[in-house]
């Protein structure tokens, strides 16, 4: 089992506790609490290659703005950062951009898997009317950025959970870049083999903390 | 005590559920009534400090009022001092229509709104939860409007929720269906002025315009175990952590924990903690409290501890994590709340406890003035003297704010407290330690060789130590590593 830090971040209001839910429960509250500080959520998913378990380590952060103070601290170590919009609110998008900005500068870590996801397409799918930012700027945004981006909806639950796959995927993918380079080095690796489990003490029980 | 005083229909007002009319619930209820009709303050404040506080809600509310109006005068009314129950449903307080601010919209307004959206999930009666939505919007706008230089937190909502139920939620909740409820006017004024109040007194520390003040608070729940069990505290390195796990219990004051409504029954252990806060005039209270419970299910998080340390990179999201988990596992727990009471109320009365923390926190906060438990129900407040307090506590915040910015500006672009090694502001920081050395070195050309040695190495150690301690404090170990090369490369190549 690999186990990353993944943390939400955005305006409020935007769903980033539905979306969370809706991952670790799968359901739906149309009135979910707002969230003050930050709370702690944690599951695990299996990827299709190689069935390797992925365990997420996730903080859903506060939207409101005087919280922002706190979210260095979620961020720090993070490995996955999930920058939610509401793509009924133009405004929220231009917050997730800035946060983005905040992530690129203050993260050294250049394997920082960063997600864009606009938030509440059902809403659209409803009524058209309702689409305050087009996808296709988003989408050249995020592609810009070199970002994964995602159109999801917490509510119907679309797409969720290809969001934390393709997050998965992307951590797997540098987690045996970095094992595979790094046996090179060490002339210990005889088949291009990588033994991902011996990075990180796994235990037999996956459910054991936080979840 | 003259119980025959008493209405029969006041008496009667309330249901109390089975268990709690067991006699000694019943007796405290009519001594509660009978210190409301003879305004004893000292006696409604020592009943509201012991066990089952002010038992139900019908007293509760009166309770409240009369000890917050006596605690702060507000120029539009009259009762301090002489707080007087009769008064507290009169009309001499004219629902701020004096007031310049009323119609001017508060610039938090738009995130009370999503917050009061969110509000109230547990009550199932669409109805119910709408009128008791809009009776807390309405609340946390006037109060907001009044002081538009007080900020909203996400989570004062869910404090003024629980005065909303204290002061109308026997009303709506009775009106089930009625869709033509006119809620009593009365009522709601004097919640508005309590709620006023207590913000006033109670929670101005946390509408700042930043959460600075808020976290000198919580640092004080470090201090307090610290004090009561060094070795729990060393062994979840709980020196080294920010404690913001309580942000949220601290901020809400256990609002948004413990759901103050559920199935439409009160939460008890919630309005008790707000009986105590306000009985005893002290913002300590929550504090004790979270440090009790952390204290109270010690084991858990030493197990917790031992359990998930092989997951987690570091120890920060570790002890924030297993904090939140545990916490929130033992948070329905009727027993640790008993125990956690029956703790806090015996610590409120260390003062060494308390006066501990004068030292950490600013001083118009709210826990060395309004809220300070020392007060008691010595002192009244005027209108005026809380908004100097305020108008200081926000200049000193503004203060603090601007010195915070700077101190990040001085910590280079990069963030050190991210304990990332950025390489252009390392290529500075050793070039300018190759440039002090150079110019120490050059001070001391005349100097032997040994000379040299000896004195560069004091003054080396010097600037060692200020650009350890002064520039990265927080990150020592990372800028350790190449000092200590330069000196070494230094010193051979000096001898050599
Ligand atoms: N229609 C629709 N509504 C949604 C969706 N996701 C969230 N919402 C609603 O949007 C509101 C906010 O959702 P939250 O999940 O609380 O938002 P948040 O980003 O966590 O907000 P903060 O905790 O304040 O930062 C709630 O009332 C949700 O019901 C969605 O996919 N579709
Ligand atoms: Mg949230």
């Known amino acids: 089992m690999l186990q990353f830090k993944l ?48 365990k997420f380590e996730i903080w859903d952060t506060a939207g409101q703005e005087r919280y922002k103070s706190l979210a260095p601290m979620y961020y720090r170590n993070a490995n996955a950062a999930l920058v939610v919009y509401d793509i009924t609110a133009s405004d929220s998008l231009s917050k997730a951009q800035s946060w983005v900005e905040e992530l690129k500068n203050k993260v050294a870590d250049d394997k920082l898997v960063i997600c864009l996801v606009g938030n509440k397409l059902d809403l659209c799918q409803e009524d058209s009317g309702k689409r305050s930012v087009e996808i296709s700027d988003a989408k050249q945004y995020a592609d810009e950025q070199g970002l994964l981006f995602f159109e999801v909806s917490a509510k119907t639950g679309e797409k969720v959970n290809d969001v934390f796959k393709s997050i998965g995927e992307s951590l797997y993918s540098y987690k045996k870049e970095e094992l595979l380079s790094k046996s090179e080095q060490n002339g210990t690796n005889t088949h291009g083999q990588v033994d991902l489990q011996l990075q990180k003490p796994a235990t037999s029980d996956p459910t054991s903390c936080c979840t | 005590m003259p119980i025959s005083s008493f209405s029969s229909e006041e008496l009667s007002y309330e249901k109390v559920s089975l268990e709690e009319t067991s006699g000694e619930v019943l007796l405290k ?160 004024i004097s919640l508005k002025k309590s709620v006023e109040i207590f913000t006033l007194l109670y929670l101005r520390d946390f509408m700042m315009d930043s959460l600075e003040f808020p976290i000198d608070q919580l640092n004080i729940i470090l201090k307090i175990i610290k004090k009561k069990d060094i070795k729990f505290y060393n062994k979840l390195s709980l020196g080294q952590i920010e404690p913001f796990f309580a942000i949220s219990s601290i901020l809400t004051i256990f609002s948004h924990e413990l759901s103050p409504i559920m199935d439409n029954t009160y939460n008890e252990t919630l309005f008790g903690i707000f009986d105590l806060i306000i009985s005893t005039q002290s913002m300590n209270v929550p504090l004790l409290i979270y440090s009790n419970i952390l204290l109270g299910v010690k084991d858990q998080l030493l197990e917790n501890f031992e359990m998930d340390i092989i997951h987690f990179d570091n120890k920060v999201d570790l002890v924030h994590a297993i904090i939140q988990k545990v916490i929130l596992q033992s948070i329905d727990n009727d ?48 209108e005026k ?9 926000i200049q000193l915040n503004e203060k603090r704010n ?64 200020y650009y350890t301690v002064k520039l990265v404090n927080r990150s020592t170990y990372v800028w350790k590593q190449p000092l200590e090369s330069i000196l070494t490369y230094l010193k051979s190549n000096t001898t050599s």
């Not at chain 2, 919007?137 to 007080?150: A, D, F, G, N, T």
């Not at chain 2, 003297?385 to 506590?393: F, P």
């Not at chain 2, 915070?404 to 500075?428: C, D, Y």
Request: proline share 1%; charged share 25%; aromatic share 8%.
């Open chain 2, 385 to 393: 003297e809380v908004m100097e307090i305020l108008r200081k506590e």
């Open chain 2, 29 to 188: 209820e009519r001594v509660i009534d009978y210190a409301l009709n003879k305004s004893n303050i000292p006696l409604i404040s020592q009943l509201g400090r012991s066990q089952h506080g002010f038992v139900n809600n019908l007293t509760r509310r009166k309770a409240w009022s009369s000890l917050l109006e006596s605690q702060l005068q507000l120029s539009s009314s009259k009762t301090c001092e002489v707080a007087d129950s009769k008064t507290i449903n009169n009309n001499d307080y004219n629902d701020d229509s004096d007031d310049d601010n009323d119609n001017v919209v508060h610039e938090d307004e738009n995130q009370v709104q999503l917050d009061v959206k969110r509000s109230f999930v547990s009550v199932r009666d669409v109805h119910v939860r709408d009128l008791l939505r809009q009776v807390l919007e309405r609340v946390i706008i006037s109060v907001l409007r009044k002081y538009p230089q007080l900020r909203y937190y996400q989570g004062f909502h869910d404090v003024v929720s629980v005065f909303v139920l204290v002061y109308l939620g026997d009303e709506i909740l009775a009106s089930g269906t009625d869709e033509n409820l006119i809620l009593k006017y009365d009522e709601e």
């Open chain 1, 7 to 54: 943390v939400l971040l955005g305006d409020s209001s935007v769903g980033k506790s539905s979306i969370v839910h809706r991952f670790v429960k799968d359901s739906f509250d149309e009135f979910r609490e707002s969230t003050i500080g930050a709370a702690f959520l944690s599951q695990s998913i299996k990827l299709d290659e190689d069935d390797t378990v992925i």
């Open chain 2, 335 to 382: 027993r640790m709340w008993k125990e956690t009471m029956i703790n806090t109320r015996k610590m409120n009365y260390d003062k060494s406890l308390i006066s501990l923390n004068k030292s950490m926190l600013n001083k118009y906060s709210v826990l060395i003035t309004t809220a300070s438990g020392d007060a008691y129900y010595n002192h009244c407040y005027t």
């Open chain 2, 402 to 465: 601007i010195e915070k910015a700077q101190l990040k500006m001085k910590k280079s672009t990069n963030s050190p407290e991210l304990g990332l090694i950025n390489k252009t502001s390392m290529t500075l920081a050793v070039s300018l330690l190759i440039g002090a050395f150079a110019v120490i070195i050059s001070l001391q050309r005349d100097n032997s060789y040994s000379t040299l040695f000896k004195n560069t190495g004091d003054s080396l150690n010097n600037i060692y130590e």
